[in-house]
Nanobody, 123 residues
Framework: QVQLVESGGGLVQPGGSLRLSCVAS????????FGWFRQAPGKEREFVAA????????FYGDSMKGRITIARDSAKNTVYLQMYRLKPEDTGVYYC????????????????WGQGTQVTVSS
């Protein structure tokens, strides 16, 4: 049973930083892609970033490009999303997702999802 558990969300002031973590368990993840999505209140879920497990190749969506870094630690089975210069419009629930897929920017191909972690950017 694959499980993804996110952590690291919280309240941060505009301009601040946060690092989200996603711990994956339940199998080996060779060939998998792990993605981060976010959902703001009243809005659809939005792609943020993805990374391939085998080669750690990153891919960034337009919404936060230039203000985020995605990375993975295979020894810890963990995917990270480092976020910088956060803005109030970055507020939302951030989800980690994993799967074997070709198109990383849509949520339909991901088989596994975490429960989400709330990020609130406010002064």
């Amino acid at each position: 049973q694959v499980q993804l558990v996110e952590s690291g969300g919280g309240l941060v002031q505009p301009g601040g930083s946060l690092r989200l973590s996603c711990v994956a368990s339940g199998r080996t993840f060779s060939g998998y892609v792990f993605g981060w999505f976010r959902q703001a209140p009243g809005k659809e879920r939005e792609f943020v970033a993805a990374i391939s497990w085998n080669f750690a190749s990153p891919f960034y969506g337009d919404s936060m490009k230039g203000r985020i870094t995605i990375a993975r630690d295979s020894a810890k089975n963990t995917v990270y999303l480092q976020m910088y210069r956060l803005k109030p419009e970055d507020t939302g629930v951030y989800y980690c997702a994993g799967g074997i897929l070709d198109v990383v920017t849509t949520d339909v191909g991901y088989s596994y999802w975490g429960q989400g972690t709330q990020v609130t950017v406010s002064s």
